[in-house]
């Protein structure tokens, strides 16, 4: 354990943080989930599926009535990702989840209120397991079904850098309220000296507060990538037995792509285990798995 000297316990004594200005820390939550899609009443069938954010209606000043990410300030004392954790169990009453640190925002004027930095984390959750509550400082909190649009791409080549700008459009639609929210985002991609910087513009909003559009993009693509590389992020959206078939369909969901059944089957075997139950009518009903708890 690290002890300090008598030289340095002197120059703590007469140093003064104050002397420094400092921002406010908050954390804000992207808490994802594959939830049935509604309209599906065949009963023979398993539902189909649906990639879905949380949003909560501000009921405070800035951006009152804006739709906005879960979150809070972090409170004295308090470590950032105890924050994120607080903040998702008032929104949600989810007390354990996939959270993994997604990104930090603290560009100069993203918050009207002073300097403040966010520390984002990225929620994975299974829906059927809990309720969605409004907290202190929303009117409300709705599910939102998301889709990201990558409308175009353009680069810009130099001698010693190259720069991708990648145009998105999110779309995000609640059922419950028949409301639509769609944001464009412009994605800076620099490579330079053998490595990259991503940064990202808002071009166009649609009534989500503060630059929650930009953190909400990052997260998403970040959920991606994981999938990519890692087979294990998709299970924290499911129950503890599934189908193969809804495993492949949240995969699909996440990736945006459809994927060859045979080759996603091979390569999942082995992170999953059979059980004896079976789930949906009809001639054929679906075998059910579980984790292989040795896999993960």
Partial sequence: ????????????????????????????????????????????????????????????????????LPGGFCRPGEDVIDTAKRELFLQTGIRRS???LSGIFGEKDRDPRGWIISDTYMALVDADKYEVRSGPGAWESRWFKICVRLIETRKDVKEDSVVVKNDYEIELFSEEISLTLRERIIEYKEFKEYHESVRYKIVDSDNIAFDHAKILLHSFLKLQSET???????FDFLGETFSLTQLQQTFELILGRELTTP???????????????TVGGGHRPAKLFKRNIEAF
Avoid: G, Q
């Fill in 1 to 68: 354990m690290y002890k300090c000297s008598k030289e340095e316990k002197d120059y703590l004594a007469h140093y003064n943080i104050n002397e420094f200005e400092r921002p406010s820390v908050a954390t804000d939550i992207v808490v994802f989930s594959v939830m049935d899609d509604k309209k599906e009443e065949n009963y023979r069938k398993m539902a189909n599926k649906e990639l879905k954010v949380l949003m909560i209606k501000r009921a405070n000043f800035p951006y009152k009535d804006a739709w906005s």
């Fill in 263 to 277: 080759n996603f089957r091979r390569k999942i075997m082995p992170m999953v285990i059979e059980t004896d139950t």
């Fill in 98 to 100: 996939y959270l993994s």
């Fill in 228 to 234: 990519e590389n890692d087979y294990r992020i998709p």
